[in-house]
């Protein structure tokens, strides 16, 4: 059964039983003021009135009872602390799950310190590494010296094997292979046929009258050879009053021949040409 104390927010009796407890204590001391009650059991002092019971027995019974509540007290609070804890004693109720949070928790700590120390790592060598590219030469200091090659022993078989290296022979080895690569692609380019410059004419070749020999006219203009000339298609073209021209067309390369070279030629056949032009011209 519950403590009706318990649902009581303010003790109305405190005052009450302090006294009653600060007057049996002066009563045991013997400093208890003249006409206190003295004794519990039948020693000297006044009575009470009709009961016959004695003063102090009454106060003994104050204090008993409220010792009696105080005791109701702390045992009632006593109890909600076992409750809480769940086992007598205030131990925990479970006290493996406890156990086994505290060890979860212990190494969750640890997992996190170790990442911590890896990241701690991570940074300091990055750090290292920025310092390095970012000092170059102006940090000399701070490179790692060259080791210095061993000295030869005369009987040693390993004497021709170099284990720290040399930066002149890789730069020797690196100077060679880049030399041999540039002579590769210049024979290379070599073999490649050199383009050449090249136009396409189309010349109109005038007889002197409307009695010429057309046929004749082209078959002496063919007859033109030269190293770059390559004569094409031709056919005749009225001009006016039964005249006719002979249009031809020619492939001429631009360093070997020349139009005037074309135009010197053609007008020596003056028996037949009367004239020459360049109806078109056209870079290949």
Known sequence: MANPMMQDSVWTKQQKYE?????????LAGTAPKGAP????????????????????????????????IQKVLNSHKGNCIQI????????????????????????????KKVV??????????ENRVTKLEGGSSAPAAQAPVPKKPAPADDDDD????????????????????????????????????LIAKSSLLLDVKPWDDETDMKKMEQEVRKITA????????KLVPIGYGIKKLQINCVIEDDKISTDFLEE????IEDLVQSMDIAAFNKI
């Open 159 to 194: 004497d021709d094997i170099d284990l720290f290296g040399s930066d002149d022979e890789v730069d020797e080895e690196a100077e060679k292979i880049r030399q041999e690569r540039l002579a590769a692609y210049e024979a290379k380019k070599s073999k490649k046929p050199a």
């Open 38 to 69: 003295k004794g519990a059991g039948g020693g000297k002092g006044a009575k009470d009135n009709k009961g016959g019971k004695s003063g102090g027995s009454t106060i003994k019974n104050e204090i008993a009872e409220a010792r009696q509540q």
């Open 117 to 126: 120390e890896d990241m701690k790592s991570l940074v300091q060598k990055l």
């Open 227 to 234: 190293d770059g000339l390559l004569w094409g298609q031709a």
């Open 19 to 27: 006294e009653a407890e600060a007057l049996y204590q002066q009563v």
């Open 85 to 112: 804890f769940g086992g007598s004693g205030g131990a925990p109720a479970d006290n493996s799950q406890v156990m086994n949070r505290v060890s979860s928790l212990e190494k969750e700590n640890k997992d996190l």
């Open 265 to 268: 030629e053609i007008t020596a």
